[in-house]
């Protein structure tokens, strides 16, 4: 497969030379299509097909429509940063129970991460049980999702190539192991555009208890425009930075303010015609402007029903704050949001240690929320162009990971690159699917093994994008999400 | 799991296949390759691996001799051939078709679907020649062929079976065991490096016994699962032993240790002069592997415009579609943009007014000259280079950001040397080899010389690193922090995508795989991933280590330096020794100890000799080692001088002199890419695009030149007028080109949209950091005290992110710490880029977080007061005073009309707001108010167009 292509360098001036060098070819061969519509420009301006004097049209934001049929238009992406253990929560694994305290660590010694605190084969603390019309294996450390399985498509076969968290989250964020690169919802808004001209198109509602690993690269643009940059919207505080003035100041001196600098700025572009970048900087301040009115709006729970809130866990310990942010982002795809991203503060799937306390702790944190985000999507229509997308970055291991006191009651469990489960639900997913599957232990995916590149071409595809044909331009190579690697469409999950 | 029988039984199989191959070493890289694939799941295992038995008798196969050679000999065999071996690979022979190429075999016998010969035809990918097509009948011939276990009826395979050598079992020895048995580290004072060090031993006797594995204590002892030892792999970043290898291992013990004495290299040189299969003649034609020639200036009808050859250049293409240089640009649009473009900061307010009264011709010349001797020139134009070397203050990749907290002393190094106007060979040979240049270690002082030398090559310290832990300090991340130098060297300044051949052979420029490991090897006695510094070692960082070798820190400050801080530490220890003997105050001994300083040292790199031996990783993959390479330059690079040769630095010197050889090289004189590449940087810097628009990347994905006259006329300037970078930065500025007004019309539009043929000067944006600078500037409050640490930052709870208030703060942002994971919000918002690895050309964006900053912020808020303050200074309450200054200040100019009236006007109103606001009614003398209606004119004249963009 090609990586890089050979520049076109006999054409130059036109639409197209524009495309390769400035937005570099989004969709490949169905750019003609777009020739019409003005896409993430970086500098410079296609001024071939306008006038001089045109309207401001920097827009890097604008609605694209896809190459070909999206099932989804929006995506809401439920970030389970620290590795959520398979075998305790989707994956039951009988031999566990059979083998349970028997040596195994010689066997894996390359694939554990603190060796040192490696134990025997560990059962699982909790119990499973079939659920739904579809019968699938969930266990009883989340009861609320397990009513809703058959909206599930569920992959049990996942796999990554890294067991330490950082380059683990690099990779499944922007399909490369290492920082630098766009982030799935670059990519997306890239493709895509958003549909809400008022509010960013990829928005990140991050835990105000902390960051995840890698903070704000989770949302990074890295090569893309800085509009395809997740913007944070916090749910405490002013919600995006700088929003509000950080010195306020009366309502009559921002007008005369504003006025003044309106003033000034259409003075000094009636001197400069056939400079469109001066009517967009005007247009991006009063995009600012409309973002001041339309976050506050959005993120106002308040004006929601107190029946709806209870749904989603809010106003109560442990699910209120997890629970804000599944509302949110349900209010943000209902106005056009492109792309959504829910985090959870530092690593709490990330058990190591207490595995029958912490984890249990982090999915009655996020169990409700998440099923009454299901439930209210699916009763609001909004299910039918909206993407769910559940997972972490790596799996966890089938031994025990011992505390240093060796108590194997508070036992956890170690990364594992070989086998993680994730889930995707609404939009396009066959609900009551499970798909694939690991070997006895749940130690390494066997079948129908998933890859992060096969998951990043399967959201895409959901998107209507091809993984292949969505690219740029990069010093004359062609750079995707999915990088050289093969991807494939996971089909089985596809309604 | 396969049991040893089987694997027994297929090294059997195996041995008899490689029987044929044309080299005993090759044939048992090969082995390991089929034991790797083994391990991924293709299991051989009756998979009849050229079975004498079967190839001969089958009735079904096609015939390789009569049918299959033919064929491919007529479809591949042009590039795949004796004379040109794209992807190392030579599909005429037999021989070549079992090595296979660079990504490993192309044939798994009777299993056509895992075969890439098979594969790559089928899914149309070769031949890419349409016309070279195969027919659906020679295509189910290869798949017959291959499916019948890929039989060769010729009479070639009776060679004795193959053993392993050194150069199979080194590679193991190295990734497994080296760190604890090899050249830093010496456990049990055994060395598993090389034969003769096995048979020497540790202190419990030889570690092999030739000819005999079983009594081998090396097989003994890994059998045994002792070594390496599981629990303490993490420890050293190593990968448990395969079993696979232990057979390797095994079978050398066995045969009795060969050692093989010829190379196992695939050199340019192994070939007559011209015919390096894997570079064809042909590709070397390309434009930019030529060395550029002096073009002749051309003769242009618009000769009142031609200042200058580079005029004549742009206007010969501009004159081809009836186009000419724009008009000159008013003389303060002028002096903004090269005040901005030299220095980063507008114009003070008196050069303002000289200059604009200056009527003597040469005004703009004497302008420049003023500009290229300030010390800001340096801080502007370093930022350049900063950008494509990657630099940054922290490692990155990990949560902890590790701080790299010598790392200024590089910036600081590449602002001198810009100031100082360095000849950019000089500075090249510095960067890349300065360690080599003298003898540090034996030198008697160290002068500023010697300094800078190894402060350069914090160059090639830059890529982002997180090997200082265990855990991702494997193999592979170490080779991609080596892979993420060769990036920043070959984008920065080979201009090529050399990256690109690390796991295959470049797709679109001829550069072969083995080129990519030549040019580690001329790094490995610097950057050996089995030998790794790392780059930070101090108790409490990570997990319990037990590498003994870490951290990237010289000495070798200057004497002068040196001494002063020794003297200053111990006229410390004498006042604590007093302090304490008179028994002061804790507090005061807490003081004194809080003022020492820490040893000052160098971020740098050294070779530190004795390399490991090189070889290729088909595939990138450090398990697959191929062939044996030494250092050298890309084979298409070569011919036009002095070939590479590697000569030590000085008597008995511990370093190679491999990347001495190597800048060299770069350096010399007929170059092709090395002065090219950087001219067309500065163009870019200064005329909005590249006369090359892929700065990096000159080959053929790269954009072709619009101007290549221009461009080489501009090298061949450069190299021979010494490298002078600012006599280069004189020609682009000094002409009618850069002096033209930016104003686009109709016919500009139409004719040259994207202004490829240089019709006007672009409009542009301040940069992050001439933003953040004159914000400081134009309030009267900029620090302009250069050099030296880094400025810290501080985070807000709501996550803005801002220098750290301190008494060094408010200096210019090239002296702010730039943290990976940590990046001042200013900086974030204007485009200041990621660096991993580097930057060569910056995004230039528009967006609303731009907007909310410049409106919102506390910090331009309390600017434009500060701002504001100064005019009141200035120009006491007289409002059209007030207004002028303003302009002049933020500017560079006086208001026109217009601006004075609307300026008034604003004021007056705005004093109303506040008064009014104040309940002070619309009492508009209220001097309070009018203070604050200034400080908010102040903030929209930030906010305007006309500040943040130059014409």
């Known amino acids: ?495 | 799991m396969r049991t040893v029988k089987q694997v027994e039984m297929q090294t059997g199989r195996v041995a008899r296949l490689v029987a044929a191959a044309e080299s005993m070493a090759l044939a048992w890289l090969l082995l390991l390759l089929l034991q790797v694939l083994g391990d991924a799941g293709v299991c051989f295992a009756g998979a009849g691996v050229i079975d004498e038995a079967q190839t001969t008798t089958r009735d079904a196969a096609p015939s390789y001799a009569r049918e299959l050679q033919p064929l491919l000999q007529a479809k591949c065999g042009r590039c795949h051939g004796e004379k040109d071996r794209k992807a190392a690979l030579d599909l005429r022979t037999s021989a070549g078709i079992r090595r296979g190429g660079e990504s490993g075999p192309v044939i798994s016998p009777r299993r056509p679907d895992e075969s890439p010969l098979y594969l790559r035809v089928q899914a149309g990918e070769m031949p890419p020649d349409p016309a070279d097509a195969l027919s659906a009948e020679q295509l189910d011939l290869i798949r017959r062929w291959v499916a019948a276990g890929a039989p060769f009826d010729l009479d070639d395979h009776d060679s004795p079976p193959a053993v392993p050598s050194q150069h199979d079992v080194v590679p193991i020895l190295l990734r497994r065991c080296a760190p604890c048995h090899g050249r830093n580290r010496q456990e049990s004072m055994l060395d598993l490096r090389s034969k003769p060090s096995m048979l020497r031993g540790g202190k419990s006797g030889p570690a092999i016994v030739p000819g005999n594995p079983d009594a081998s204590l090396l097989i003994q002892r890994v059998v045994a699962g002792e070594m390496p030892p599981h629990e303490r792999l993490v420890e050293v970043s190593v990968k448990p032993i395969e079993p696979l290898e232990i057979e390797t291992l095994r079978q050398w013990i066995a045969a009795g240790a060969p050692e093989v004495t010829e190379e196992v290299v695939l050199e340019p040189g192994d070939f007559p002069e011209g015919t390096d299969p894997l570079v064809p003649t042909a590709e070397r034609d390309f434009w930019a592997f030529q060395t550029p020639c002096a073009a002749v200036v051309p003769t242009v009808s618009h000769r009142e415009r031609a200042r200058n050859p580079v005029d004549a250049f742009l206007l010969q293409k501009q004159e081809e579609v009836g186009l000419k240089l724009s008009p000159d640009s008013e003389r303060s649009v002028l002096l903004r943009r090269a005040s901005f473009d030299l220095t980063g900061l507008p114009p003070e307010p008196d050069d303002v007014e000289s200059f604009l009264s200056d009527d003597l011709p040469d005004a703009f010349e004497r302008l420049l000259d003023r500009l290229f001797g300030s010390p800001r020139f340096g801080e502007r134009w370093a930022r350049y280079w900063l950008d494509a070397a990657g630099y940054a203050d922290s490692e990155g990749k990990r949560e902890q950001d590790l701080p790299r907290p010598h790392a200024w002393r590089y910036r600081d190094y590449v602002i001198r040397s810009t100031n100082a106007d360095v000849p950019f060979d000089q500075f090249l040979l510095q960067q890349i080899a300065g360690d080599e240049l003298t003898d540090y270690e034996a030198a008697s002082e160290i002068t500023p010389e010697v300094y800078d030398n190894l402060v350069a090559t914090g160059f090639l310290r830059m890529a982002p690193d997180a090997t200082w832990a265990n855990i991702t300090g494997y193999l592979p991340d170490r080779i991609d922090v080596i892979a993420d130098e060769v990036d920043i060297l070959g984008s920065a300044v080979l201009g090529l995508s050399i990256k690109c051949a690390r796991c295959h052979s470049h797709k679109f420029d001829p550069i072969p795989q083995r080129d990519y490991y030549r040019l580690l090897a001329v790094f490995r006695g610097a950057y050996d991933e089995y030998d790794w510094l790392k780059p930070d070692v101090r108790a409490g960082l990570g997990p319990v280590s037990q590498d003994i070798v870490g951290g990237r820190l010289l000495p070798f400050v200057t004497t002068a330096e040196r001494r002063a801080w020794e003297l200053r530490e111990s006229e410390l220890t004498r006042q604590l020794a007093e302090a304490k003997a008179a028994g002061a105050p804790a507090d005061r001994i807490r003081d004194l100890e809080s003022s020492r300083q820490a040893e000052p040292m160098i971020q740098a790199l050294w070779d530190r000799g004795d390399p490991t031996t090189t070889y290729i990783y088909r595939r990138g993959d450090p398990l697959n080692p191929g062939r044996m390479v030494r250092p050298g330059v890309p084979s298409v690079l070569t011919g036009w001088t002095a070939p590479y040769e590697v000569r030590s630095p000085w008597p008995a010197a511990r370093a190679t002199g491999r990347r001495l050889a190597f800048a060299r090289w770069l350096t010399d004189p007929q170059h092709p890419l090395t002065a090219r590449v950087q001219v067309n940087q500065i163009w870019k810097h200064h005329f909005g695009s590249g006369l090359v628009r892929s700065l990096g990347n000159f080959g053929r994905a790269g954009t072709p030149p619009t101007h290549p006259e221009l461009l080489d006329w501009l090298a061949r300037e450069f190299i021979e007028r010494g490298w002078n970078r600012k006599r280069i930065h004189r020609h682009m500025l000094t002409g009618s080109v850069y002096r033209q007004s930016s104003a686009v019309d109709e016919q500009l539009a139409r004719v040259d949209p994207q202004n490829d043929r240089y019709t006007r000067m672009p409009m542009v944006r301040l940069s992050a950091e001439a933003l953040y600078d004159t914000l400081h500037f134009v309030a009267g409050s900029l620090n302009e005290e250069r050099f030296g640490p880094a400025v810290d930052l501080q985070a807000r709870e709501d996550g803005l992110i801002t220098p750290a208030e301190q008494s060094r703060a408010r200096r210019r942002l090239i002296y702010v710490k730039q943290l990976r994971k940590k990046l001042a919000t200013h900086l974030e918002n204007f485009d200041y880029p990621q660096m991993n690895p580097n930057c060569l050309e910056r995004r230039d964006s528009l967006v609303a977080p731009q907007a909310l900053y410049l409106m919102n912020n506390g910090t331009v808020h309390e600017l434009a007061e500060r701002f504001a303050d100064r005019i009141g200074q200035i120009a006491a309450d007289d409002v059209t005073r007030q207004v002028e200054q303003v302009y002049w200040i933020a500017m560079g100019r006086p208001p026109v009309e217009t601006e004075r009236v609307l300026g008034r006007e604003a004021i007056e109103q705005l004093a109303k707001s506040w008064s009014q606001s104040d309940g002070a009614g619309a009492e508009t003398n209220d001097p309070a108010a009018h203070r604050r209606a200034l400080a908010s004119f102040c903030r929209a004249i930030l906010n305007s167009a006309g500040f943040l963009y130059i014409d």
């Open chain 1, 1 to 495: 497969m090609n990586d890089c292509v050979p520049d076109n360098g006999g054409i130059s001036g036109s639409r197209r030379d524009f495309f390769q060098s400035v937005s570099g070819g989004i969709f490949g061969a169905a750019l003609a299509s777009l020739l019409s519509q003005d896409v993430g420009p970086v500098r410079g301006l296609a001024a071939e097909s306008r006038q001089v004097d045109s309207p401001p049209s920097l827009n890097y934001l604008q609605p694209r429509s896809p190459p070909f049929a999206a099932r989804a238009t929006s995506i809401i992406h439920l970030f389970m940063n620290g590795g959520p253990s398979q075998m305790d929560l989707f994956d039951p694994k009988p031999y566990l129970d059979q083998h349970h305290g028997e040596p195994f660590f010689d066997k894996i010694a390359g694939e554990v991460e603190n060796p040192q605190s490696a134990g025997k084969v560990m059962r699982s603390p909790f119990k499973f049980a079939r659920h739904g019309e579809c019968g699938m294996w969930v266990s009883d450390a989340m009861p609320q999702l397990a009513g809703r399985v058959d909206d599930l498509a569920l992959i049990r076969s996942m796999a990554t190539t890294n067991l330490t968290h950082e380059p683990a989250v690099y990779l499944i964020q922007t399909g490369k192991m290492g920082p630098g690169r766009p982030t799935l919802g670059s990519w997306v808004v890239y493709g895509l555009g958003s549909e809400c001209q008022d509010l960013p198109g990829y928005v990140v509602l991050d835990d105000p208890l902390g960051l995840p690993v890698n903070g704000v690269e989770n949302w990074h643009s890295g090569f893309l425009p800085p509009a395809y940059q997740g913007t944070r919207f916090r749910s405490t505080g002013s919600p995006v930075l700088n929003l509000r003035p950080d010195v306020p100041q009366p309502e009559q001196v921002v007008r005369a303010e504003r006025d003044l600098r309106r003033r000034l700025d259409d003075l000094h572009r009636r001197e400069r015609p056939g400079q469109p970048v001066l009517d967009a900087r005007i247009a991006s301040y009063e995009l600012a402007a409309r973002m001041q009115m339309a976050t506050s709006d959005a993120l106002d729970v308040s004006q929601e029903t107190a029946s709806t809130l209870a749904m989603y866990g809010i106003g109560q310990a442990p699910t209120d704050s997890y629970g804000r942010r599944c509302l949110i982002a349900r209010r943000l795809v209902e106005r056009g949001v492109r792309f959504v991203q829910l985090y959870i503060n530092g690593q709490i799937w990330d058990n190591h240690t207490g595995l029958a306390t912490d984890m249990k702790a982090a999915c009655d944190r996020t169990d409700r929320p998440i099923a009454g985000l299901l439930a209210d999507l699916k009763q609001r229509g909004l299910f039918n162009n909206t993407l769910v997308v559940w997972g972490g970055e790596f799996g966890r291991l089938p031994i025990a990971q011992l505390p240093a006191d060796k108590d194997e009651r508070k036992a956890g469990r170690d990364h594992n690159k070989n086998a993680f489960c994730c889930w995707m639900a609404g939009a396009g997913v066959r609900g009551g699917v499970t798909i694939g599957a690991t070997d006895e232990l749940g130690l390494a995916a066997v079948e129908n093994k998933v890859t992060v590149p096969d998951w990043h071409a399967t959201i895409l595809h959901l998107l209507g994008l091809h993984h292949d044909d969505l690219f740029v331009l990069e010093n004359g190579l062609k750079e995707r999400l999915t990088g050289v690697t093969d991807a494939r469409v996971v089909q089985e999950l596809l309604a």
